[in-house]
């Protein structure tokens, strides 16, 4: 059974760093690729980072480019969101998400992160 755990999330000020973990197992891991999908409140869901199967490529939204880095440990079967220079509208619960091909994948539980004074 496909299953998906997100560590990492806190509150933290403007500015500050967080490094989010999301912990993976009933599937082969280096087989996929995975995606860090965030959501606001009120807000639809958001792609926030990609990482291709190898760790080879990656793709960010313009929104976290350049402050956000998505990597990848297949021999720990382990994905991770570093976040740097956190702005208050990163304020989300972000989710480690497996794709499957023509249909949305599977998700974690989501973690919380919230930037604020």
């Known amino acids: 059974q496909v299953q998906l755990v997100e560590s990492g999330g806190g509150s933290v000020q403007p500015g500050g760093s967080l490094r989010l973990s999301c912990t993976t197992s009933g599937f082969t891991f280096n087989s996929y690729a995975m995606n860090w999908y965030r959501r606001a409140p009120g807000k639809e869901r958001e792609l926030v980072a990609y990482?291709?199967?190898?760790?080879?490529?990656?793709n960010y939204p313009n929104s976290v480019k350049g402050r956000f880095t998505i990597s990848r440990d297949n021999a720990k079967n382990t994905v991770y969101l570093q976040m740097n220079s956190l702005k208050p509208e990163d304020t989300a619960v972000y989710y480690c998400?497996?794709?499957?091909?023509?249909?949305?994948?599977?998700w974690g539980q989501g973690t919380q992160v919230t930037v604020s004074s």
């Open positions: 998400n497996r794709p499957v091909a023509f249909s949305g994948g599977y």
């Open positions: 990482i291709s199967t190898s760790g080879g490529t990656t």
